[in-house]
Antibody
């Protein structure tokens, strides 16, 4: 089973960019049969899917409508990892952020990163 | 987006007793051509990411104890813990993967009475 290791800062100032990275072991970011996702969790919004990147002969992305104008998820094949960038953050973006792998067949999230608490504060 | 509604918000059950959690989707998550319900259950313990317990509404993930079972179809689903153990204290979430975006219920907190 894949293992996911997250990294990135836990404190971001309002209006700046949140950046997190998820390093993959035991699988490939270029897999043709899965997708690589970012999900966040906060008391006010619960578990919220933010978006995904996946490879099917070329790279695709899907994003949640709530963050579509501010979010970018990018694969890095040379390091076998993927990243999240969320621009123009506000206090509403304070949450625990998770990366997660979507299972090839069932489509559920079968591997998760450890989570990163990101606080938006000046 | 499909809205997932769980009930109750919390419940307290004695050790060895049954715990039952309900989940309702705002539209059917049954894919008729495969006769599969695109519904999963997760367990989240404090400070941990969610852990997949059940998918296709009733299929246990490898390694999940058989005291956990899932049932239901269409829009109404149930997670049952047949004999609650101390290590089952957690928050449980349902999730639909019928369409994008995948969405989660608000969670049910299970405690020991």
């Amino acid at each position: 089973q894949a293992q996911l290791q997250q990294s990135g800062p836990g404190l971001v100032k309002p209006s700046q960019t949140l950046s997190l990275t998820c390093a993959i072991s035991g699988d490939s970011v270029s897999s043709n049969s899965t997708s690589w996702n970012w999900i966040r969790q906060s008391p006010s919004r619960g578990l919220e899917w933010l978006g995904r990147t996946y490879y099917r002969s070329k790279w695709y992305n899907d994003y949640a409508a709530s963050v579509k104008s501010r979010v970018t998820i990018t694969p890095d094949t040379s390091k076998n990892q993927f990243s999240l960038q969320l621009n123009s953050v506000t206090v509403e973006d304070t949450a625990v952020y998770y990366c997660a792998k979507r299972a090839p067949v069932a489509g559920t999230f079968d591997s998760w990163g450890q989570g990163t608490l990101v606080t938006v504060s000046s | 987006d499909i809205v997932m509604t769980q009930s109750p918000d919390s419940l307290a059950v004695s050790l060895g007793e049954r715990a039952t959690i309900n989940c309702k989707s705002s539209q059917s998550v049954l894919f008729r051509s495969s006769n599969k319900n695109y519904l999963a259950w997760y367990q989240q313990q404090p400070g941990q990411p969610p852990k997949l317990l059940i998918y296709w509404a009733s299929t246990r993930e490898s390694g999940v104890p058989d005291r956990f079972s899932g049932s239901g179809s269409g829009t109404d689903f149930t997670l049952t813990i047949s004999s609650l153990q101390a290590e089952d204290v957690a928050i449980y979430y349902c999730q639909q993967y019928y369409n994008t975006p995948p969405t989660f219920g608000g969670g049910t907190k299970v405690e020991i009475k």
